[in-house]
């Protein structure tokens, strides 16, 4: 898995390879997916939005890796999450393969609000998602703010309102180990990109995750879920 993934990754952004693992998980309407950005096109086929949060999440996760230790504690999160939305949609992919089956199960069983449930996993790795839109769209629209300033804006509007004090306090200490914008953009980038390519791939990535997002803030406003914070 690991050698397919590096021969995956030659000469494409992480953002690129996010985008073409997300249609591998989603199929779509062939030549017609590559449409401008501005039309969005409802597609016929059904879709498990199960596996696009787990794609668009193990994607997060490989990025995070290749910055290295300065946001573990997200990634492990991240990860966590992963595993326990994974380890069920396994057991039955057809009878899980929506995020709407898993919470209303769960809600049924009263166990959605349980620290270990699949309901919390899907919530915060929403949250983790949109924290990393917020700053990819921040970097780029404000080319003179540093990637500590961004990833400390970007948490404060994404992450924070939800934490407690022991999640906000590790925060506080991986922001000293950001790293320098520029390296943080040569890494996004790959090694055949410029940065008009890099712009265009994050644009694209966000149109291409906001229909998740909006499905899981419809379901956790559904079931009053919305304002679930860390344990």
Not at 117 to 144: D, G, H, Q, V
């Given at each position: 898995?690991?050698?397919?993934?590096?021969?995956?990754?030659?000469?494409?952004?992480?953002?690129?390879?996010?985008?073409?693992?997300?249609?591998?998980?989603?199929?779509?309407?062939?030549?017609?997916?590559?449409?401008?950005?501005?039309?969005?096109?409802?597609?016929?086929?059904?879709?498990?939005?199960?596996?696009?949060?787990?794609?668009?999440?193990?994607?997060?996760?490989?990025?995070?890796d290749e910055?290295?230790?300065?946001?573990?504690?997200?990634?492990?999160?991240?990860?966590?999450?992963?595993?326990?939305l994974q380890?069920?949609?396994?057991?039955?992919?057809?009878?899980?393969?929506?995020?709407?089956?898993?919470?209303?199960?769960?809600?049924?069983?009263?166990?959605?609000?349980?620290?270990?449930?699949?309901?919390?996993?899907?919530?915060?790795?929403?949250?983790?998602?949109?924290?990393?839109?917020?700053?990819?769209?921040?970097?780029?629209?404000?080319?003179?703010?540093?990637?500590?300033?961004?990833?400390?804006?970007?948490?404060?509007?994404?992450?924070?309102?939800?934490?407690?004090?022991?999640?906000?306090?590790?925060?506080?200490?991986?922001?000293?180990?950001?790293?320098?914008?520029?390296?943080?953009?040569?890494?996004?980038?790959?090694?055949?990109?410029?940065?008009?390519?890099?712009?265009?791939?994050?644009?694209?990535?966000?149109?291409?995750?906001?229909?998740?997002?909006?499905?899981?803030?419809?379901?956790?406003?559904?079931?009053?879920?919305?304002?679930?914070?860390?344990?």
């Amino acid at each position: 898995m690991e050698r397919k993934r590096k021969e995956m990754e030659k000469g494409k952004s992480e953002l690129r390879l996010a985008m073409e693992e997300l249609r591998m998980c989603s199929p779509g309407d062939g030549e017609e997916e590559q449409v401008q950005v501005q039309q969005v096109k409802v597609q016929e086929q059904p879709k498990s939005s199960t596996m696009d949060l787990l794609s668009v999440s193990k994607q997060l996760i490989h990025v995070l890796d290749e910055i290295g230790p300065t946001l573990l504690v997200l990634r492990q999160d991240i990860q966590e999450n992963v595993q326990r939305l994974q380890d069920l949609h396994e057991r039955d992919s057809s009878k899980y393969a929506s995020l709407m089956a898993i919470v209303t199960e769960e809600m049924e069983q009263g166990t959605a609000k349980k620290t270990k449930s699949c309901t919390r996993a899907i919530i915060w790795l929403s949250r983790s998602i949109n924290f990393s839109k917020y700053l990819l769209e921040r970097l780029l629209k404000t080319p003179e703010s540093s990637l500590e300033e961004i990833v400390e804006e970007a948490y404060g509007n994404t992450l924070k309102p939800w934490h407690g004090w022991i999640s906000s306090a590790a925060y506080k200490v991986a922001l000293k180990l950001i790293p320098e914008r520029e390296f943080f953009i040569a890494l996004l980038m790959g090694n055949c990109q410029d940065f008009e390519d890099l712009a265009e791939d994050a644009k694209m990535l966000s149109y291409a995750v906001q229909p998740l997002l909006e499905e899981i803030d419809a379901i956790s406003a559904k079931h009053n879920l919305d304002k679930m914070k860390s344990s």
